[in-house]
């Protein structure tokens, strides 16, 4: 698909009613049906969940078509226009998906400090890092933490569970 034709799509979409209420009609009428959201624990899915939440992704907000496609040539204003559709579907699949949270509830640029107790896997130390804990430092990122994992399940066949996005082809 041509970035350039997707921006022109996007930008006639938010002008023209009309137009947005067609190509409405079109996706719906050309999508695979959605499949239902279920919360299941990993690895039970039937499909590998990495591959179902880059799916989800890609049906969601075009992410993969966005990383893919070589733009390059394309100016800074039509990129970021692109940009702001695939931002904000993106990050609407994830918080459906994860509920994602701060994993601090400091701000960044906060002092902080982290004791003897503290766990690698909340704890990225940066800097100065030696001798024995207590550490202190600036908060440089808060992290961020899933409350909930609620990826849709899978019901296709063992053939197709490792396809993203399956080939669209506009019938004539």
């Keep these: 698909m041509s970035f350039g034709l997707a921006c022109k799509t996007f930008f006639r979409i938010l002008g023209n009613r009309s137009f947005a209420e067609a190509v409405r009609g079109i996706d719906k009428s050309t999508s695979a049906p959605e499949p239902e959201a279920v919360t299941a624990p990993a690895g039970v899915s039937g499909r590998n969940d990495a591959i179902q939440l880059l799916a989800v992704l890609q049906r969601e907000a075009r992410l993969v078509d966005f990383l893919k496609e070589d733009i390059s040539?394309?100016?800074?204003?039509?990129?970021?226009?692109?940009?702001?559709?695939?931002?904000?579907?993106?990050?609407?699949?994830?918080?459906?998906?994860?509920?994602?949270?701060?994993?601090?509830?400091?701000?960044?640029?906060?002092?902080?400090s982290v004791d003897d107790t503290y766990d690698p896997a909340r704890w990225k130390l940066s800097?100065?890092?030696?001798?024995?804990?207590?550490?202190?430092?600036?908060?440089?990122?808060?992290?961020?933490?899933?409350?909930?994992?609620?990826?849709?399940?899978?019901?296709?066949?063992?053939?197709?569970?490792?396809?993203?996005?399956p080939a669209e082809l506009d019938v004539r």
Excluded: C, N
């Excluded at 961020?144 to 066949?157: D, E, H, I, R, Y």
């Design 73 to 112: 040539s394309y100016p800074d204003a039509q990129v970021g226009a692109a940009v702001r559709d695939v931002h904000r579907e993106s990050a609407a699949a994830l918080e459906r998906m994860f509920a994602l949270k701060p994993l601090t509830g400091q701000e960044e640029g906060s002092d902080m």
């Design 127 to 165: 800097g100065k890092v030696g001798g024995q804990p207590p550490y202190r430092g600036t908060l440089r990122h808060p992290g961020w933490q899933a409350t909930t994992t609620s990826l849709p399940a899978w019901k296709g066949s063992d053939a197709s569970r490792d396809i993203v996005a």
